[in-house]
């Protein structure tokens, strides 16, 4: 998978960052979003953020390591006091996120669209 930062024609309210995870987010690669994530939030300093958007609208395929490391990564940011925002958009990735409960367990930190997820980063 290619993590890169969302685009800039997506305006992001300060203290909201995201990136968009293109390609198959498979056991060979997950940890390159952990990366990707740390890297922009020291970047940005984890002082001035309240939120993390990951994007899986381009992402082609998912396994079950890559479901575990967004569980992870919504746990792990929390106890740092950011929320992480998943956008999941209809389709196979978010009809296999729903079989095997993971939307369920993503309740409020899942959106169908980047707005969404940018509106519930804002409250």
Not at 45 to 63: I, K, M, P, R, W
Not at 77 to 87: D, Q, R, S
Not at 92 to 121: F, K, N, V, Y
């Amino acid at each position: 998978a290619k993590v890169r930062e969302l685009d800039h024609s997506i305006p992001l309210p300060q203290g909201v960052v995201g990136v968009a995870v293109e390609g198959a987010l498979t056991f060979a690669n997950q940890r390159g979003l952990r990366r990707a994530l740390a890297r922009l939030v020291e970047r940005e300093g984890v002082e001035n953020l309240h939120a993390v958007v990951v994007s899986l609208e381009t992402t082609t395929q998912f396994d079950l390591s890559a479901e575990r490391a967004i569980v992870d990564l919504v746990h792990d940011y929390a106890e740092g006091e950011l929320e992480v925002h998943v956008v999941c958009p209809d389709g196979t990735i978010r009809r296999l996120m729903e079989r095997t409960g993971l939307l369920a367990s993503l309740e409020g930190h899942a959106h169908e669209d980047i707005s969404a997820a940018i509106s519930a980063s804002s409250r």
